[in-house]
């Protein structure tokens, strides 16, 4: 069994910051990638950032510059700083990961959600 567990994430004025944790934890084999979705009400869940575990990392087109994501091998963890935050950034944020279980078996995997508000 893997767990997710997200910390961070509040109330802020636009052009604030904030930043995002992520710790995983449980049967992990092997660490595939992990991420940064959010979703707003009545909306698709939308991927922000994601890294490899090779160190490659991908941004939506409307955080990039802002965000920076990172993480730490150690402690199977991932962050996302978020600076310059605008109120259209005002959702709620999900961790993602993609995680080996043993050498063949491998699952996608999310974290209880944490909420953004951005106030302009």
């Known amino acids: 069994q893997v767990r997710l567990v997200e910390s961070g994430g509040g109330l802020v004025q636009a052009g604030g910051s904030l930043s995002l944790s992520c710790a995983a934890s449980?049967?992990?084999?092997?660490?595939?990638?992990q991420g940064w979705y959010r979703q707003g009400p009545g909306t698709q869940r939308e991927l922000v950032s994601s890294?490899?575990?090779?160190?490659?990392?991908n941004y939506a087109d409307s955080v990039k510059g802002r965000f920076t994501i990172s993480r730490d091998n150690v402690n199977n963890a991932v962050y996302l700083q978020m600076n310059s935050l605008k109120p259209e950034d005002t959702d709620v944020y999900y961790c993602?990961?993609?995680?080996?279980?043993?050498?063949?078996?491998?699952?996608?995997?999310w974290g209880q959600g944490t909420q953004v508000t951005v106030q302009g």
């Open positions: 993602n990961a993609r995680i080996y279980i043993n050498p063949t078996e491998w699952g996608e995997y």
């Open positions: 449980g049967s992990i084999f092997r660490i595939v990638s």
């Open positions: 890294i490899t575990a090779g160190g490659s990392t």
